[in-house]
């Protein structure tokens, strides 16, 4: 193209990009046609809008040379709006020449590959005025809502007109009129301040202009370990408005500025713009989002070609179930089935229509008495989680952990805070101190744990968020230590409705005595003399099981748990997984493996619900519902995904069977008999069934004498003679009195009053 020509078209196309250009025509041409040589191999034509007629054509910074980068990022000290501009106007006349550019569209630049900032403190006085790219998670967004580009303002002496443009989102009226019979400059106290008090803003008139606007808090990415959070505000305009929600992690390039002080911030903060303190903002140039499965505050999940051929050497392994189970947090000694259960739990199952409730998501209780290593494991889950939120429950709110609905102080409308649940979308959440969580913040996560998704109706603004993840809790018993003769949800006082949310539920007892005390001592000082984790030949921790004539649940050490014993016997610390590599390999199959059940498999579920279904039946109380058989399904896609695997096999079936049976073993076993029973469950009293036998034998002998005293040695030989050992009959005794049961006087016990003893079927029935 002949220079005479481009500066003609240069010209033509300069009337719809100016605004922002602030040189002089010659220096326009000469920029344009170095811009025109520099960007034409880096341009990636985008999405056309029709109203208005823009279309979007990106530049790839990392195909530039760095010349050309400085200028348009303002790394040399000049304005980068203007070289945007500049981009503009030589972006549209390379479509132009190439028959690319419809009549009456206009190009808008977007900027991609500037490299993420690493920020470990608040932005720095050098990135003022500058293009930078941050990454990080957005917690607060405010509506969508009209801003004035240009206004056009009236002359209050001769009604001439005169349009201004907004400066950095604020709209000042003019100085004086520029009509040349009125010259009018009267200093009056002006709306939108300066000196031109008699002049009118015309919103509705046609050359004014409006564009959307929307403010976003974005909490920034640091791998700083205790530094606070650093969090940037951002500004939308134009498309970019509403394509993010609360939650989300994005990619935001733009040009850091400085706050004016008189429309983003607080009517406080208005009365001191006058010094010199300012807060910075990003007006975003440019927004990506985050794949859900590889976005977290953890170190970046991008999958190399390098990371492909490891995941696909460890997705060959055999052992690969095993391997990560032990890998996952090696510090604590045992408790391989609650491992394996968070790992199950890490991959999640085959999502199916989440719009109509049927999640993929699997959660897990693990309540267990202090010391257990339960906050361990959690951290170690929200380490290796690709997406990993980790909070406790003891300084959490209800607004905390789902959204709030604040006061937005830019634009007086309401915004959306995100709480841990929607931050945690697509992710895991762990919950740590479950038990000191307020009933108020239980009732928070009923919805968020079974419809994915979080509801709000407050002040006129009614929506939802979505909430697609897997919740990981570990609580302490109240009373310091694990009551056997009280039910998980008394333990805990924990809300029944919210205890059947959960897949899996485990019990963490410190009963080890002998020699397996002897092997956890030496593998606590071998970790703290720096010898790393001890080889466990023959000093290993092996959970107690207790017997059981209810097979559905189980009797002995399962199939999985043998595996897992035995493993953890022979492997040596060499063979762990770095938790980089766990990371990249839960990304990679939450990306592409999606498992389905086989008929095999489908049978294998379909027995052993309907065999707890019988048990169920006989027991004459609802504790299998089709929220286990949900569970077991998704536990079976979480066991084939971590091979990497479409299909779920009979041995996955018959492992995640083995999980469910240890996990309702725990919940439903009553201590004093070894049977299950079924009052222990979510829904039951925690009360055992002969220490009820008790107390109706009690009402039932003081029937003629109400104020009869039974002695605590005749009580006793009556648990004897009911087969009773000595221990247990004072352990039950003991919980009877503390349930309130019966009441200890200073010759024995009395039993209460009958009306309150009802039996089970007594209970269902009324």
Known sequence: MEK???????????????????????????????????????????????????????????????????????????????????????????????????????????????????????????????????????????????????????????????????????????????????????PGRGRFGGGG??????????????????????????????????SVEVELRGALCDTANPGDVITCTGILKQDPGNRRTSSRAKDDRGTNLSAPYLECNNLTKSDAASSSSQPDTVITAANMKGIEMLSKRKDIFMLLVHSLCPG??????????????????????PELGQRGDTHLLVVGDPGAGKSQMLKAISHVSPRGVCVSGNSSSASGLTVTLVRDAATGDSALEAGALVLGDQGTTCIDEFDKMEKTEHQALLEAMEQQRISIAKAGAVGSLPARTSVIAAANPTSGHYDDFKSVAENVKINPALLSRFDLVFILKDTIAGAQQEGLTRHVINMHSGGGVLQTQHHHVQQ?????????????????????????????????????????????????????????????LLEYYLSLRKISDKKNAMLITTRQLESLIRLAQSRAKVELREVVTETDASDVIDLMKRSLYQLCTDVETGQIDADRGPCGSGRSKDGRELIRWMV????????????????????????????????????????????????????RNASTIQTPAKRNGG
């Open 4 to 186: 005479s020509v481009f500066k003609a078209k240069c010209q033509s196309a300069l009337q719809h990009y100016s605004q922002d250009i602030v040189c002089g025509d010659d220096e326009r041409v000469e920029a344009c046609w170095y811009l025109i040589h520099q960007i034409k191999g880096s341009l990636e034509l985008g999405e056309r809008t029709k109203r208005p007629r823009k279309r979007v054509v990106f530049i790839d910074l990392q195909k530039l040379g760095e010349e050309v980068v400085s200028l348009i990022t303002g790394r040399t000290g000049n304005a980068p709006e203007m070289y945007i501009a500049l981009c503009n106007t030589a972006i549209h006349i390379i479509l132009d020449n190439d028959n690319q550019l419809d009549d009456g569209e206009v190009i808008t630049t977007r900027l991609k590959g500037v490299p993420i900032a690493k920020m470990t403190g608040q932005l720095r006085a050098h990135d003022i005025n500058s293009v930078i790219a941050v990454k990080g998670t957005i917690v607060r967004l405010s509506s969508v809502q009209p801003l004035a580009s240009t206004m056009v303002f009236s002359c209050g002496k001769c009604a001439g007109s005169q349009t201004c443009r907004t400066v950095d989102g604020v709209v000042k009226s003019p100085q004086n009129c520029t009509n040349k019979t009125c010259r009018s400059m009267t």
């Open 197 to 230: 008090g008699m002049f009118y803003p015309q919103p509705r008139h046609p050359e004014t202009r409006t564009t959307n606007f929307q403010r976003l808090r974005l909490q920034v990415e640091t791998q700083s370990v205790g530094r606070i959070p650093c």
């Open 332 to 353: 604590i000694l045992g408790h391989d089935i609650v491992k394996a259960g968070m790992i199950l739990t890490l991959f999640g199952g085959t999502p199916r229509n």
């Open 544 to 604: 107690q099981h207790s017997t059981s004539n209810m097979s559905q649940f189980t009797t002995q050490p399962s199939a999985v748990e043998n595996r897992l014993l035995d493993y953890r016997r022979r492997y040596t610390p060499n063979d762990y997984i770095p938790h980089k590599l766990i990371t990249k390999y839960i990304t990679h199959a939450k990306r592409t493996v999606r498992p389905r059940l086989s008929p095999g498999a489908s049978d294998l």
């Open 700 to 751: 039932s002998e003081s029937s003629n004498d109400p104020s009869r005293v039974f002695t605590h040695k005749e009580l006793v030989l009556k648990l004897r003679l009911w087969g009773y050992t000595e221990i247990k009959a004072e352990k039950t005794l003991t919980h009877l009195n503390s349930m309130g049961d019966m009441l200890s006087t200073s010759g024995g016990y009395r039993a």
